[in-house]
C-alpha cells in the first residue's frame, strides 16, 4: 500500500522530471547507436537513418514505457483532462456562461454557509461544550418571557443541583477604565468564582476568583483577556499584582486568559468579581434577576437536560412553601428554565439563518439545473461526433468518465471562483450587520470552508455528469450516425428533460422571488409601525456616573441638571432630558407597579412593565405625545415630587373607562402606605421600547428620575437642526462639566431603530439579491434552450415558410411553447410559494403565508423576465429564411 | 555475424536483470551486454528494451541513477536492486530445471518409451 502510494507520489510530484529524463535516455540511446554505426564505417546520415529505423516510433515507445511505470489512469485522466479544458476554450461562451453561473451559486451558498457554520454548528469554544446550559427565570402570564437570574437563586442552587457539576453567574456592564484623564469605557464582565470552572477554560497566568472576593471589601481584583493584557501591558509576564483602575477604584490583576477566550459573543477585555451584599442575596431578591443576572452551569457527564430541569422544578417548589411572593409569581406562571446554551443564544437568529441557507440551496439548485440544460445542448450537437467515437471503439467507461471530468473541471473551476466570491461575501454579510448578530463576529473564511466548496464542487460535477452520461449512451449508434440534424426518439426525450428542467427552474425562482417578496413586504409592515415619538433630530448617547463623585442619586441627579441646563444653552438645541433607558437601546427590563385599589381579577396574572426614571425635558426632546394632564419636569425630581407619568397602554389597562389622572401606584410589587405612593399626573402616547416589532402593549411608567436613579444615564438632545451636528456639542458639554465622564454609544433615534431592523433588513436584501440572481439565470435558461430548439428545427421551419407558413404563425408557435413552460412553472411555483410562505411564518412580521399582492407582483416579474428571454428565440424563428435554411446542409 | 534467434517471451526480462547483475549499465550499454554475452546469438528489437527497464525498476528489481557515460555524457544508469538478485536467482533457477526437462524431452530416443 505504501509502495502504491510512494510511486503515486513520485508520479504526481515529479511527471515533468519523468518526462525530460525518459526523452534524454532515449536520445541516448540513438546517438550512442548511431555513432557506433558510423564507426563501423556508415555514412553519417544513413547511420543517423537506420538507428531511427531499428529503435522504432519513440512515441510509442514512451508511451510503453510510461505504461510500464504503472498508474496509466493519471496519463489518461491528463488525456481527458486536456480534451476537456480544449473542449471548454473551443466555446468560450459557453464556458464563461457556466463558470458565472457556478460562481455565483457556490459563492451565495458558502457565504451562508460561513455564518450557519460559525454561528450554528461550530461548538462553543470550551471543552465539552455541548454539556453548557443557561438558566432563567420566566414569568410568560406577566409578559416576561425572560428575566435571567437572581443572585438569590445563584447562591440557593450552587451546590445543590445533583445534575449540575457547576454553576455559576454573570453580569455584563460597561465601567470606566484607567486612570483620571485617560479613561476609556469598556466592556467587563463580572462573575462569580466558579465561572471559569463551569467553562472549562481558566486563566493562563495567575488564578480565577475566589470565594473571599464576592463582597465590596474585598472585591479589588480583576482578570484580563490576553488582548487586554497586550495592549495595555505589553504582555508583561509580571503583570501579576500590578493595578488597574476601574470606576475610579483600584484593582489588582490577578490573572490572564488564554488567547482566544472568548465567552459568546462578549466584547469584554476585563473580568472582575460579581460582588453583593448579605442582603441582594436574601430570599426576598429571589425575582429581582432584571435579565441583568444570567446563569450558567455544566451538566455532570451522563446528566441530562431533563433532570436538571426536574431538579430546579423540585427546589423551587419547596423554596416557594415560606415565600411571602409565591402565590404572585405561581400567577405570573414563573418557573426557572434550563436551556442549553449554544441554542439559546442564537435561537433568535437561528431561522432566519436556514431560511437564507434554504434560498440560496434554491439558488443553486436552479444554477445546476441551467447547467444541466446547456451541457445537454450541447451533447446535442456533438451527437456525431460522439457516435463516431464510439463506433471506433470508445468504450461506454471511456465515454462516462470523459463528461465527468469536463463537469468536474467546470465545477471545481466554479468552486474557486465561488470561494473567493465567498470571501467577498462574508464581508457583505459584515456591512449588513451580521457582526452584530450573535457570535456574529466569528464568521470567518477558513479551511473549512475550503473543503466544503471542494467536496460541493465534486459532488455538482457527479450530479451534472449524470443527465449528460445519460444522454449520450442510450442514444443507438446507428440512428445518430445517419439522422441528420435532428436525433429521432432520442431527440425528444433530451427534449422532454430540458423543459422539465425548465418548468424546475421557473418553480425554483419563483418561490425564491416570491419568498424575497414576503420578506420585503414583512420589513415594509416593520418599517411602517410608529415608535410612538418623533424619532427625527433626535441624538442621544449613554454616561455612566460612576465613582466616588457620584455615590448617592442625589450627586446624580445634580449632575443630569446641570447637563441639561448647559445643553440647553448650546445653539442647535432646542430641548433636552436625561433617562435612565432610552427605546430602542437594546435593553428591556420589565419590572412591577402597583395600582393602589386595583383588584386583580381571578386568573389574571401580575404585570411587568417598563420603568423608567427621567430629568430635564426628556418628554419633549424625545418628542413624545401628550395625552392628558402634563408631562414630567426636572422641577419633579427636584421638589421629591410623587407624581409619575404613564402611558396609554398602561392607563388603559387599569382605567379602562375612567382618566388615570389623580390616581396613585407603588413602584413594586406590593402596595405600601399613601405617603410612599406616586400619583398620576400625565398620560403618554405609548412608545416601542423593544423594537418597532414588538407588539406586546406592555405598559409604561415614568419616574422622577430622583427615585429611579441609575448609575447609567442617556441623554437626549432635540436639534433644532440636523441631530448628527450636536454630536460634538454633546461631548464638549459632558467633558466641561466633568473631564472624567465620557459619553458613549452617541447615535441618533432614527439610527437605533433602523438598527433594530437588522435582522429584518438583511435578510430581505439578501434574498432580494438571490432571487435576482435567479431570475437571470432563468432567463439564460429559457434563452438557451428555445434558441437551440429553433436552431434544431430550422429546415423544418425552412419547409413549412416554403410551403405557405407566416412568420407570426412560426412565432407564436414558439412563443407558445413558452408560455406553456411558463405556466406549468407558475403553478408549481404558486405551490411551493405557499409552503414557504408556511415555513418563513416565525421571521414574518403581519404578513399571512400566502399574500395575494405579492404572489401577483411576484408571477407579473416572472412572466415578464421569461417572456423576454423567450422573444429573441422566437423572433429568430419568424425570420428564417426558407432559401437559406432549405439549401443549408 | 552469426544466426540469430528471436527472444523467447519473458526472457527479455530475465536478460536484463543478468546483464546489469555484473555492473552497472546505461540501456544502451545493457543492448550491448545482452548481445555481447549471448556471442551475438540475441536479436534485441531496440524499442521493447525500455518499456522493459521501465517496468523492471517499478517493480523495484532494478533501480536507476543518472552519471557519466564513457565518452563524457549524461547517461540513466541501471543497477540490480537485492529483490532483483533474488528474483535473478530463481529464474535462472526455474530457467534451468525447463531447459534440461525440454531438453532431456527432445534427446528421448524411440527405445525409452
Redesign the interface.
Given at each position: 500500500m505504501f509502495?502504491r502510494f510512494r510511486?503515486l507520489f513520485r508520479v504526481l510530484t515529479g511527471r515533468r522530471d519523468f518526462e525530460d529524463?525518459?526523452t534524454?535516455?532515449?536520445r541516448?540511446?540513438i546517438?550512442?547507436?548511431t555513432e557506433d554505426l558510423v564507426r563501423s564505417g556508415i555514412s553519417p546520415e544513413e547511420a543517423s537513418r537506420r538507428a531511427r529505423m531499428?529503435?522504432?516510433?519513440v512515441n510509442?515507445?514512451k508511451g510503453?514505457?510510461r505504461?510500464?511505470?504503472?498508474l496509466p489512469l493519471f496519463d489518461e485522466l491528463e488525456r481527458e483532462l486536456r480534451y476537456a479544458v480544449r473542449l471548454l476554450r473551443k466555446s468560450p461562451g459557453f464556458t464563461i456562461t457556466a463558470l458565472l453561473t457556478l460562481a455565483l451559486c457556490f459563492g451565495a451558498n458558502l457565504t451562508i454557509f460561513a455564518a450557519i457554520d460559525s454561528i450554528l454548528l461550530r461548538p462553543l469554544p470550551f471543552p465539552e461544550a455541548n454539556r453548557l446550559v443557561t438558566i432563567f427565570n420566566t414569568y410568560p402570564k406577566a409578559g416576561v418571557d425572560r428575566d435571567g437570574s437572581s443572585l438569590t437563586n445563584y447562591y440557593e442552587r450552587r451546590g445543590r443541583i445533583p445534575a449540575f457539576s457547576s454553576l455559576s453567574i454573570y453580569r455584563f456592564r460597561t465601567a470606566i477604565v484607567g486612570e483620571p484623564g485617560s479613561t476609556k469605557r469598556e466592556q467587563i464582565t463580572q462573575i462569580s468564582p466558579e465561572f471559569f470552572t463551569t467553562l472549562g477554560v481558566g486563566p493562563a497566568i495567575g488564578r480565577p476568583f475566589r470565594e473571599q472576593e464576592t463582597t465590596y471589601k474585598t472585591d479589588g481584583v480583576a482578570i484580563l483577556t490576553d488582548a487586554y493584557w497586550r495592549q495595555h501591558f505589553n504582555a508583561d509576564p509580571q503583570v501579576i499584582g500590578r493595578q488597574i483602575r476601574v470606576d475610579d477604584f483600584p484593582k489588582t490583576v490577578i490573572g490572564v486568559l488564554p488567547p482566544g477566550f472568548r465567552f459568546l459573543s462578549s466584547e469584554s477585555e476585563l473580568y472582575l468579581p460579581l460582588s453583593s451584599r448579605p442582603e441582594d442575596r436574601a430570599p426576598s431578591q429571589r425575582h429581582s434577576g432584571g435579565n441583568v443576572t444570567q446563569m450558567i452551569a455544566r451538566l455532570k457527564a451522563g446528566a441530562t437536560l431533563s433532570q436538571a430541569q426536574s431538579q430546579i422544578d423540585a427546589q423551587n417548589a419547596t423554596l416557594e412553601m415560606d415565600d411571602p411572593q409565591a402565590k404572585m409569581m405561581a400567577e405570573a406562571g414563573f418557573r426557572s428554565l434550563v436551556v442549553p446554551l449554544h441554542a439559546d443564544h442564537v435561537a433568535a437568529i437561528r431561522p432566519v439563518l436556514l431560511l437564507l441557507q434554504a434560498g440560496v440551496l434554491a439558488l443553486l439548485l436552479i444554477g445546476a439545473v441551467n447547467l444541466a440544460n446547456l451541457l445537454l445542448i450541447r451533447a446535442s450537437n456533438r451527437v456525431k461526433e460522439l457516435a463516431v467515437r464510439q463506433a471506433l471503439g470508445a468504450s461506454r467507461r471511456y465515454v462516462i468518465s470523459e463528461v465527468i471530468v469536463e463537469t468536474t473541471l467546470l465545477t471545481l473551476t466554479g468552486g474557486v471562483l465561488g470561494l473567493a466570491l465567498g470571501a467577498g461575501g462574508i464581508r457583505l454579510l459584515a456591512a449588513l450587520g451580521a457582526d452584530r448578530l450573535p457570535l456574529g463576529s466569528h464568521i470567518a473564511f477558513d479551511a473549512r470552508l475550503a473543503w466544503v466548496a471542494l467536496a460541493a464542487a465534486i459532488v455538482m460535477g457527479l450530479a451534472l455528469a449524470a443527465p449528460i452520461a445519460w444522454f449520450n449512451l442510450r442514444r443507438d449508434l446507428g440512428n445518430s450516425l445517419q439522422s441528420e440534424t435532428r436525433g429521432g426518439t432520442t431527440g425528444r426525450a433530451a427534449q422532454a428533460l430540458r423543459h422539465t428542467f425548465i418548468v424546475a427552474q421557473i418553480a425554483l425562482s419563483f418561490v425564491l422571488l416570491a419568498g424575497a417578496g414576503l420578506l420585503g413586504l414583512s420589513l415594509k409592515r416593520a418599517m411602517a409601525v410608529s415608535p410612538g415619538f418623533r424619532a427625527d433630530h433626535v441624538l442621544t448617547g449613554q454616561i455612566s456616573l460612576v465613582g466616588k463623585k457620584y455615590p448617592a442619586a442625589s450627586a446624580g441627579l445634580a449632575f443630569t441638571e446641570r447637563l441639561v441646563n448647559e445643553l440647553r444653552r448650546q445653539p442647535g438645541v432646542s430641548s433636552a432630558g436625561v433617562v435612565n433607558n432610552v427605546p430602542f437601546s437594546g435593553k428591556s427590563g420589565k419590572s412591577a407597579a402597583t395600582v393602589k385599589g386595583y383588584v386583580i381579577r381571578p386568573g389574571e396574572s401580575p404585570r411587568g412593565h417598563y420603568s423608567y426614571g427621567v430629568a430635564g425635558d426628556y418628554f419633549h426632546a424625545m418628542g413624545f405625545s401628550l395625552r392628558e394632564g402634563r408631562f414630567l419636569t426636572g422641577a419633579d425630581s427636584r421638589r421629591r415630587e410623587r407624581v409619575c407619568v404613564v402611558d396609554e397602554d398602561f392607563a388603559r389597562y387599569y382605567w379602562p373607562h375612567t382618566s388615570p389622572l389623580g390616581h396613585l401606584l407603588f413602584q413594586g410589587s406590593a402596595a405600601g402606605p399613601d405617603s410612599e405612593a406616586f400619583t398620576v399626573v400625565g398620560v403618554v402616547g405609548s412608545t416601542k421600547q423593544a423594537g418597532l416589532t414588538d407588539d406586546a402593549a406592555q405598559g409604561a411608567v415614568y419616574y422622577p428620575y430622583i427615585y429611579r436613579p441609575d448609575s447609567n444615564i442617556f441623554v437626549a438632545v432635540r436639534a433644532s437642526a440636523r441631530s448628527e451636528s450636536l454630536r460634538l456639542t454633546l461631548q464638549k458639554v459632558v467633558r466641561q462639566l466633568d473631564p472624567e465622564l465620557a459619553v458613549n454609544d452617541i447615535q441618533s433615534m432614527d439610527d437605533r431603530i433602523a438598527a433594530s431592523l437588522v435582522t429584518r433588513r438583511s435578510p430581505a436584501l439578501l434574498a432580494a439579491l438571490f432571487s435576482g440572481i435567479a431570475l437571470l439565470l432563468t432567463a439564460i435558461g429559457t434563452y438557451g434552450v428555445l434558441s437551440y430548439a429553433v436552431a434544431q428545427r430550422r429546415r423544418e421551419i425552412g419547409v413549412r415558410m416554403a410551403l405557405g407558413a407566416r412568420p407570426e404563425q412560426i412565432r407564436s408557435q414558439f412563443f407558445a411553447i413558452a408560455l406553456r413552460l411558463l405556466s406549468i412553472g407558475m403553478i408549481a411555483g404558486v405551490f411551493g410559494a405557499w409552503l414557504t410562505g408556511h415555513a418563513m411564518q416565525a421571521v414574518l412580521f403581519h404578513v399571512p403565508a400566502f399574500d395575494v399582492a405579492t404572489l401577483a407582483l411576484a408571477a407579473g416579474i416572472m412572466g415578464a423576465v421569461s417572456l423576454v428571454a423567450s422573444l429573441l428565440p422566437c423572433h429568430r424563428a419568424a425570420r428564417i429564411s426558407p432559401m437559406e435554411a432549405i439549401a443549408d446542409r | 555475424m552469426g544466426k540469430t534467434a528471436d527472444l523467447l517471451p519473458g526472457t527479455l526480462d530475465m536478460l536484463i536483470l543478468k546483464a546489469v547483475s555484473l555492473k552497472p549499465l546505461?540501456?544502451?550499454g545493457v543492448?550491448l551486454r545482452i548481445q555481447q554475452i549471448s556471442g551475438d546469438a540475441l536479436e534485441i528489437?531496440?524499442?521493447?528494451l525500455?518499456?522493459?527497464l521501465?517496468?523492471l525498476?517499478?517493480q523495484?528489481l532494478i533501480s536507476s541513477e543518472?552519471g557519466q557515460?564513457e565518452n563524457n555524457?549524461?547517461?540513466?544508469y541501471y543497477t540490480l536492486t537485492a529483490a532483483g538478485r533474488r528474483r535473478l536467482r530463481e529464474e535462472t533457477a526455474g530457467w534451468n530445471r525447463l531447459a534440461s526437462a525440454i531438453a532431456a524431452a527432445l534427446n528421448t530416443t524411440s527405445g525409452e518409451v
Open positions: 509502495k510511486s529524463g525518459m534524454e535516455e532515449l541516448f540511446h546517438q550512442q547507436y531499428e529503435f522504432g516510433g510509442s515507445v510503453e514505457c505504461e510500464a511505470r504503472g | 546505461h540501456g544502451y543492448l528489437p531496440q524499442g521493447s525500455y518499456p522493459a521501465y517496468r525498476e517499478h523495484d543518472w557515460s555524457r549524461r547517461a540513466k
